[in-house]
């Protein structure tokens, strides 16, 4: 209705899941690249939780928009459903033929491991992604788990992708589900935006339908943060109703006044009075908010891309992930019975920054103070053998007892010794130890090369080749170019341990980094 008046192309505040409109703010890359890295790996559970509202679905189609082509993928929206119906839903989803009428799991189990089998024969991966998973039954998650049970020597099969709200977690630490817990090979927890984040996602909405003006100044910014508790559904809903009343109104911006009318229509009017409490008032609204998502979800289509093509360079991995030769025997080591998510991720950035010199600003999101010191975020997934190779410093995610993720800091590996910062504390441990509790996930930081993107081509003018020939040069005492600099790559990667493709990715530009003395913060020194 008001899309002409302010010039927009379309409806910028639109609750549709629609990956032109998703702000990647750092927890939303965050998630994706957790998301990616686990179905381009070799199988299990992948869980993505958070509250209502919080992008999780659009994650999900923003990854859909991004897998490679041998990928087929069923997608399952509503898993209120028994076992035999959610069997059959997946036999579907990938076109798989069963008798009519059929009432028995057997039947349907056999149909998708044959599927499965010959998908995997002719060279390509299958993925089952669940929207809501938190509605589904002990009785059927188990019936997943046993799905996931054909595997190769190598990888399992089928892929499996939970998106949740904080509830799944719970479910997942249930002792009756932990054969299925410990199946879980990534996991990630979105959670509200900050109160900068907010800002930065309506001017992404506003410049996506094509506006660059400023439709909302700062006071009425805080008051959407305020109201919302950086929920983006809630943000879309109150903004789209505050243009509305702009429009009505024939004013060229957003007004407090307006905004404060928005939210009492939207949110409600015991919302609107509860003025700077972000937590009361997701509760509050959350009620509020389903009648208006069941009609959205109703005219919304689901439609994802099931053979797009295969990308030009694929994720470097190594395909060797040899034991850490480490003998030490530190002390025995109790782990905490129960560490504060947020609280211990804040603390392990703290520290890894930290080593870099970099100082943690309360607030801020880690992966963006390093990129204002020209690093980066890497997020990897192996063992203490595949970290030592990159030799950085890490964060890696852990689980207690209870199945409940922490994080802690790996600041040094030294004659056998590993030493980490736990919960503000340093304490160091044996390989065994630390593996003891580890899910094999890491974020370390590097530096990329200026201008870099995804991976630096020989072939391929520019400030990164240009960057990798000066490095290629600092080894080999000579200036390669063309060919002949892709093979000199593929030497140095062959003798480095890395996959050697004479293309430059992260894994290799790490390697180089160490090899000609950048100013790089090392794990070990042995």
Same mark, same amino acid.
């Given at each position: 209705?008001?899309?002409?008046?302010?010039?927009?192309?379309?409806?910028?505040? =639109?609750?549709?899941?629609?990956?032109?409109?998703?702000?990647?703010?750092?927890?939303?890359?965050?998630?994706?690249?957790?998301?990616?890295?686990?179905?381009?790996?070799?199988?299990?559970?992948?869980?993505?939780?958070?509250?209502?509202?919080?992008?999780?679905?659009?994650?999900?189609?923003?990854?859909?928009?991004?897998?490679? %082509?041998?990928? #087929?993928?069923?997608?399952?929206?509503?898993?209120?459903? /028994?076992?035999?119906?959610?069997?059959?839903?997946?036999?579907?989803?990938?076109?798989?033929?069963?008798?009519?009428?059929?009432?028995? %799991?057997?039947?349907?189990?056999?149909?998708?491991?044959?599927?499965?089998?010959?998908?995997?024969?002719? $060279?390509?991966?299958?993925?089952?992604?669940?929207?809501?998973?938190?509605?589904?039954?002990?009785?059927?998650?188990?019936?997943?788990?046993?799905?996931? #049970?054909?595997?190769?020597?190598?990888?399992?099969?089928?892929?499996?992708?939970?998106?949740?709200?904080?509830?799944?977690?719970?479910?997942?630490?249930?002792?009756?589900? *932990?054969?299925? =817990?410990?199946? +879980?090979?990534?996991?990630?927890?979105?959670?509200?935006?900050?109160?900068?984040?907010?800002?930065?996602?309506?001017?992404?909405?506003?410049?996506?339908?094509?506006?660059?003006?400023?439709?909302?100044?700062?006071?009425?910014?805080?008051?959407?943060?305020?109201?919302? %508790?950086?929920?983006? *559904?809630?943000? #879309?809903?109150?903004?789209?109703?505050?243009?509305? $009343?702009?429009?009505?109104?024939?004013?060229?911006?957003?007004?407090?006044? /307006?905004?404060?009318?928005?939210?009492?229509?939207?949110?409600?009017?015991?919302?609107?009075?509860?003025?700077?409490?972000?937590?009361?008032?997701?509760?509050?609204?959350?009620?509020?908010?389903?009648?208006?998502?069941? $009609?959205?979800?109703? !005219?919304?289509?689901?439609?994802?891309?099931?053979?797009?093509?295969?990308?030009?360079?694929?994720?470097?991995?190594?395909?060797?992930?040899?034991?850490?030769?480490?003998?030490? #025997?530190?002390?025995?080591? !109790?782990?905490?019975?129960?560490?504060?998510?947020?609280? =211990?991720?804040?603390?392990?950035?703290?520290?890894?920054?930290?080593?870099?010199?970099?100082?943690?600003? !309360?607030?801020?999101?880690?992966?963006?103070?390093?990129?204002?010191?020209?690093?980066?975020?890497?997020?990897?997934?192996?063992?203490?053998?595949?970290?030592?190779?990159?030799?950085?410093?890490?964060?890696?995610?852990?689980?207690?007892?209870? %199945?409940?993720?922490?994080?802690?800091?790996?600041?040094?590996?030294?004659?056998?010794?590993? @030493?980490? !910062?736990?919960?503000?504390?340093?304490?160091?441990? @044996?390989?065994?130890?630390?593996?003891?509790?580890?899910?094999?996930?890491?974020? +370390?930081?590097?530096?990329?090369?200026?201008?870099?993107?995804?991976?630096?081509?020989?072939?391929?003018?520019?400030?990164? *080749?240009?960057?990798?020939?000066?490095?290629?040069?600092?080894?080999?005492?000579?200036?390669?170019?063309?060919?002949?600099?892709?093979?000199?790559?593929?030497?140095?990667?062959?003798?480095?341990?890395?996959?050697?493709?004479?293309?430059? $990715?992260?894994?290799?530009?790490?390697?180089?980094?160490?090899?000609?003395?950048?100013?790089?913060?090392?794990?070990?020194?042995?």
């Amino acid at each position: 209705m008001y899309n002409s008046y302010f010039n927009l192309n379309e409806n910028p505040f =639109s609750i549709a899941p629609d990956p032109r409109f998703l702000y990647m703010s750092e927890q939303h890359r965050e998630a994706l690249a957790h998301l990616m890295f686990a179905l381009t790996s070799e199988g299990g559970f992948v869980l993505l939780t958070g509250e209502v509202g919080t992008g999780k679905t659009t994650v999900c189609r923003c990854l859909l928009e991004q897998l490679p %082509g041998d990928l #087929n993928v069923a997608f399952v929206l509503n898993p209120k459903l /028994t076992a035999v119906e959610l069997l059959a839903t997946v036999c579907d989803e990938l076109h798989i033929d069963y008798p009519a009428g059929t009432t028995t %799991g057997k039947i349907l189990v056999d149909k998708i491991n044959r599927y499965l089998l010959a998908t995997h024969a002719a $060279g390509r991966k299958t993925v089952l992604i669940i929207d809501e998973a938190q509605n589904l039954s002990a009785e059927v998650l188990e019936q997943i788990r046993l799905l996931t #049970n054909l595997e190769t020597t190598q990888r399992k099969l089928l892929q499996v992708v939970m998106l949740g709200q904080p509830e799944l977690r719970e479910l997942l630490a249930r002792p009756e589900l *932990r054969q299925l =817990s410990q199946r +879980i090979t990534a996991r990630y927890h979105l959670g509200p935006l900050a109160r900068s984040e907010v800002e930065a996602y309506i001017k992404h909405r506003l410049a996506v339908a094509g506006h660059r003006k400023k439709l909302f100044n700062d006071k009425v910014i805080g008051l959407v943060y305020r109201y919302t %508790g950086g929920i983006p *559904r809630l943000i #879309n809903l109150l903004c789209d109703r505050a243009l509305l $009343g702009t429009y009505v109104q024939g004013l060229d911006k957003v007004s407090t006044a /307006t905004l404060k009318t928005a939210a009492r229509e939207v949110l409600g009017p015991e919302i609107a009075s509860s003025q700077g409490r972000p937590g009361r008032t997701l509760r509050l609204s959350l009620a509020l908010l389903f009648a208006a998502l069941v $009609g959205a979800w109703l !005219t919304v289509g689901w439609q994802y891309l099931g053979n797009q093509p295969s990308p030009t360079s694929p994720p470097e991995t190594s395909e060797i992930q040899e034991p850490a030769t480490i003998v030490a #025997n530190p002390p025995p080591f !109790t782990w905490p019975e129960i560490l504060d998510p947020d609280a =211990s991720r804040e603390s392990a950035f703290v520290r890894l920054l930290a080593l870099w010199d970099i100082d943690y600003t !309360t607030g801020a999101k880690a992966c963006t103070l390093a990129e204002r010191e020209e690093l980066a975020c890497l997020y990897r997934k192996g063992n203490l053998g595949s970290l030592l190779r990159l030799n950085r410093p890490a964060v890696l995610t852990m689980l207690n007892p209870k %199945g409940e993720e922490f994080s802690v800091a790996l600041t040094a590996v030294d004659h056998g010794v590993a @030493s980490l !910062t736990i919960d503000g504390r340093e304490v160091q441990l @044996s390989p065994e130890q630390l593996e003891q509790n580890w899910t094999g996930a890491y974020v +370390i930081l590097w530096r990329p090369p200026p201008g870099f993107s995804q991976a630096i081509r020989s072939d391929r003018a520019g400030a990164p *080749r240009d960057w990798l020939t000066a490095r290629i040069a600092d080894l080999f005492d000579k200036n390669l170019t063309g060919p002949e600099l892709a093979d000199a790559l593929e030497k140095y990667q062959q003798a480095e341990g890395i996959l050697a493709d004479g293309i430059a $990715g992260p894994e290799t530009i790490i390697h180089l980094n160490t090899s000609t003395g950048q100013p790089v913060v090392l794990l070990t020194r042995n």
